[in-house]
């Protein structure tokens, strides 16, 4: 069973959970991102980023950057000369537009990048869910299998309403990056499957009411991009790390073999407080169907 090692990680209290210290009922928003493609028999993979509404949001009343703005600006700044260059990791990792050699972007800056986001992301405030849906088992242990898509929702909502009830949260919204009309009309479809009905996992009467959005939002929205950015940035690394593999592979720089990443962020992955054996792999870092026994977890990879 994972084991929680107490770190000093913002908002999140040495088990992981989000600290409730402060009585005020909070806004909240989750950030979802997606690695591989919910056709074939590839892995697919659902990561939903949970901030504070007032911490993330990118502008407000008074036009100021929020403060997760003012910290991706400064990271950005830091390793590309660039405060407003957006973070993709996919063309981060091939060196491509925006991150080429034409670009401005150096080898030098790019290590500087790899070497620098872990101590940025752990400084970030935010609890993570994570769902991997293994759609080649999917297919081989069910005769009517579900569609990826609701099959991942049924987990990340299980563990929003979660959180947003340990957090007395007033509100939430679920915020993705928009992609083509018939990509978005699939994630839509599957998102409303559980928000209507729920599955057995999930009392959706005490806890739908508080989502008050499903949007979808362009890569530069002035309002959700930060957002977007982060769980960008996680998503595929912890799709990686849960498959057992080295969390990045980027290209012309050497990353080593020790998943850096998942390490700066396991301690915001969320588990429920009355979890009895609180492995996170029961909530925030969860991999479906599970056909065999659950191995004793280990954060380095084992897959090959």
């Not at 892995?43 to 990118?58: R, S």
């Not at 759609?135 to 099959?151: A, C, G, I, R």
């Not at 977890?297 to 090959?304: E, F, I, K, L, V």
Request: net charge neutral; hydrophobic share 35%.
């Amino acid at each position: 069973m994972n084991k929680r090692e107490p770190k000093n990680v913002k908002n999140v209290d040495v088990k992981g959970f989000p600290r409730t210290t402060n009585p005020t009922a909070k806004k909240y928003v989750m950030f979802v991102d997606e690695t591989g493609t919910p056709k074939g028999n590839t892995q697919f993979n659902l990561t939903g980023v949970l901030m504070e509404y007032k911490y993330a949001i990118d502008s407000d009343e008074t036009g100021e950057p929020s403060p997760l703005r003012k910290r991706l600006m400064a990271f950005k700044s830091s390793v590309f000369e660039d405060p407003h260059i957006p973070l993709h990791l996919k063309e981060i990792l091939k060196a491509e537009h925006p991150y080429g050699k034409e670009d401005g972007i150096t080898i030098d800056m790019l290590r500087h990048f790899w070497v620098a986001l872990p101590d940025f992301l752990v400084d970030i405030d935010c609890t993570i869910v994570s769902v991997e849906v293994d759609k080649q088992k999917l297919h081989e242990f069910y005769s009517t299998p579900k569609d990826p898509y609701v099959v991942a929702f049924a987990h990340l909502m299980k563990s929003f309403y979660a959180f947003l009830e340990e957090t007395e949260a007033t509100s939430a919204r679920v915020v993705l990056e928009s992609r083509d009309d018939y990509q978005n009309l699939l994630i839509q479809k599957a998102f409303f499957d559980i928000f209507n009905s729920g599955t057995v996992h999930l009392d959706v009467e005490k806890s739908r009411q508080k989502i008050k959005g499903f949007i979808f939002a362009e890569k530069d929205s002035d309002l959700y991009q930060s957002g977007l950015e982060i769980a960008d940035l996680v998503c595929l690394p912890l799709s990686r790390v849960r498959r057992g593999v080295i969390e990045v592979k980027p290209r012309f720089v050497h990353y080593g073999d020790e998943n850096r990443i998942f390490k700066a962020i396991k301690n915001k992955i969320y588990i429920r407080r009355d979890s009895p054996d609180q492995d996170f792999r029961n909530w925030g870092f969860k991999k479906v169907p599970i056909t065999k026994k659950r191995r004793e977890w280990s954060d380095t990879p084992w897959n090959g």
